[in-house]
T-cell receptor
Framework: SQTIHQWPATLVQPVGSPLSLECTVE??????LYWYRQAAGRGLQLLFY??????ISSEVPQNLSASRPQDRQFILSSKKLLLSDSGFYLC??????????FGQGTRLTVV | AQSVTQLDSHVSVSEGALVLLRCNYS??????LFWYVQYPNQGLQLLLK??????LVKGINGFEAEFKKSETSFHLTKPSAHMSDAAEYFC???????????????FGQGTRLTINP
């Protein structure tokens, strides 16, 4: 069966510090991968998606970037965090088409 | 283009009562429709999905949803609420893919379900 791992679960970072969140999927190959952000009391906003190694598409301009160095690894990064980057970050994967399966999320607080 | 509207931001019911969470969608292509549940500080878990087979879809934890094309609705119901059902619920529409096949999912704003003892 397929599983998705996302870490860390919580993170407190100072403004201006770098960020690296990692997500890995097991039990499948060539998945579509996604990063979402959920601000407090709001729905999910798609940040990035990837259909293959090194192929990243950004949905919204922002202070973040994503990379996919391996087939089942998806990384969300920032060089310098802003207060507005605080939120709940969710990684997800999907087979070709239909539903997505989510990781447990990372609660990021920028102070 | 696709969009989804969850008609209630907060629903409160008594334990044992009927749960009804309302969702309307808009889609220019035959939609895929999903309901996800999110417990506090956790990821989203798929409750059920509609992909153009039976219009009444049964999911986990006793939930079901009915696809009504004429009303562009996909309401979620459960006959008898349990305390463990307290969570945030998201209605999601898909089916209009990004280039190269990535699934574009459009999320509603969520409905917070509270269960009163």
């Amino acid at each position: 069966s397929q599983t998705i791992h996302q870490w860390p679960a919580t993170l407190v970072q100072p403004v201006g510090s770098p960020l690296s969140l990692e997500c890995t999927v097991e039990g499948t190959s060539n998945p579509n991968l996604y990063w979402y952000r959920q601000a407090a009391g709001r729905g999910l906003q798609l940040l990035f998606y990837s259909v293959g190694i090194g192929q990243i598409s950004s949905e919204v301009p922002q202070n973040l970037s994503a990379s996919r160095p391996q087939d089942r690894q998806f990384i969300l990064s920032s060089k310098k965090l802003l207060l507005s980057d605080s939120g709940f970050y969710l990684c997800a994967w999907s087979p070709r088409g239909t539903e997505a399966f989510f990781g447990q999320g990372t609660r990021l607080t920028v102070v | 283009a696709q969009s989804v509207t969850q008609l209630d931001s907060h629903v409160s019911v008594s334990e044992g009562a009927l749960v009804l969470l309302r969702c309307n969608y808009s889609s220019s292509v035959p939609p895929y429709l999903f309901w996800y549940v999110q417990y506090p500080n956790q990821g989203l878990q798929l409750l059920l999905k509609y992909t153009s087979a039976a219009t009444l879809v049964k999911g986990i934890n006793g939930f079901e949803a009915e696809f009504k094309k004429s009303e562009t609705s996909f309401h979620l119901t459960k006959p008898s609420a349990h305390m463990s059902d307290a969570a945030e619920y998201f209605c999601v529409v898909g089916g209009s893919p990004f280039p190269r096949g990535a699934q574009k999912l459009v999320f509603g704003q969520g409905t917070r379900l509270t269960i009163n003892p």
